[in-house]
């Protein structure tokens, strides 16, 4: 089943000004950057108060015209992407899921942020809402 709320995600058009607005406006800390070409992102994590417990938003820029974050962009505007939940094992819980009549977007976990384990069911499915599962590494 799923654990906690891993991340909020937030895709943004620039990642360093959107870094720059958590901190000063929301005080958040940015603990992680990273680039992640198969998921067309570069994203950082600003973890909210001072322990890991606060949880995380996850603010994505997207680095390609094509990519899944520019697309929303296009459509949407900037604002909430993703809903992630942290799970002990993507496979067993995206089964679960599949059972209960949920389209999962890929056949096999892929990559996400620091080496996890990732899949997402469709927002067509889960009312609106992309949720992502994430099997910390
Ligand atoms: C699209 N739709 C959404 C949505 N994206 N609804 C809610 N939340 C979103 N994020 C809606 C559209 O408005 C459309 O609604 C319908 O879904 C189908 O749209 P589509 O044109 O068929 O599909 P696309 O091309 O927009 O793709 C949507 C899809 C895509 C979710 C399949 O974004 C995708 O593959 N996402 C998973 C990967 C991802 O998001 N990567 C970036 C984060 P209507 O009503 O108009 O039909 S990377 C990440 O998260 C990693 C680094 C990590 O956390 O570790």
Redesign the pocket.
Same mark, same amino acid.
């Given at each position: 089943g799923l654990l906690r709320i891993?991340?909020v995600?937030v895709?943004v058009a620039d990642l360093d000004a959107a870094i720059e607005f958590y901190a000063r406006v929301f005080g958040m800390t940015c603990v992680h950057i =990273?680039e992640?070409p198969e998921?067309?992102?570069r =994203?950082a994590m600003m973890r909210v108060g001072p322990t890991p417990e606060g949880g995380c938003v996850?603010l &994505?820029a997207p680095l390609t015209p094509e #990519?899944? +974050?520019a697309?929303?962009l296009d459509? #949407?505007g900037p604002g !909430?992407?993703?809903v992630?939940y942290t799970v002990r094992d993507v496979e067993v819980a995206a089964a679960a899921l599949r059972e209960r009549g949920m389209r999962l &977007?890929y056949d096999a976990p892929r990559?996400?942020?620091?080496g #996890?384990r +990732?899949n997402?069911v469709?927002?067509?499915d889960a009312g609106? !809402? &992309?949720v =992502?599962l !994430?099997e910390p590494a």
């Open positions: 891993d991340h995600g895709a =990273e992640n998921q067309g992102v =994203e996850q &994505l #990519s899944a +974050i697309k929303f459509r #949407s !909430v992407q993703q992630a &977007l990559r996400g942020t620091a #996890s +990732i997402f469709h927002p067509k609106g !809402v &992309l =992502e !994430v």
